[in-house]
Nanobody
Framework: QLQLVESGGGLVQPGGSLRLSCAAS????????IGWFRQAPGKEREGVSC????????NYANSVKGRFTISRDNAKNTVYLQMNSLKPEDTAVYYC???????????????????WGQGTQVIVSS
């Protein structure tokens, strides 16, 4: 059974940084593109970023370009989301999910992803 577990969330001040981790259990991440998504209170879940299985291709939502960086360490079976210059509007529960493909689909559409993790809360507030 494919299982993903997110970690690394927390409370951070505006302008601060966090690094989220998405660890796989029960399967090898190497064969899957992985995406990060978030859901803010009262809003629909949205795609943040996704990365191909090799790590050679990445996609980002316009709202996080230049601030967030997705990466992966297949040897550690983990995908990361480095979040810098955080803003209050980045506050959300962040989820990772695996695509049924090796490539990172443009726009990281949620319909292409499954095996969702339980999420990790990120709060950006002073």
């Amino acid at each position: 059974q494919l299982q993903l577990v997110e970690s690394g969330g927390g409370l951070v001040q505006p302008g601060g940084s966090l690094r989220l981790s998405c660890a796989a259990s029960g399967f090898t991440l190497y064969y899957y593109a992985i995406g990060w998504f978030r859901q803010a209170p009262g809003k629909e879940r949205e795609g943040v970023s996704c990365i191909s299985s090799s790590g050679g291709s990445t996609n980002y939502a316009n709202s996080v370009k230049g601030r967030f960086t997705i990466s992966r360490d297949n040897a550690k079976n983990t995908v990361y989301l480095q979040m810098n210059s955080l803003k209050p509007e980045d506050t959300a529960v962040y989820y990772c999910a695996a695509a049924g493909t090796t490539w990172a689909p443009p726009g990281c559409p949620q319909r292409d992803f499954g095996s969702w993790g339980q999420g990790t809360q990120v709060i950006v507030s002073s």
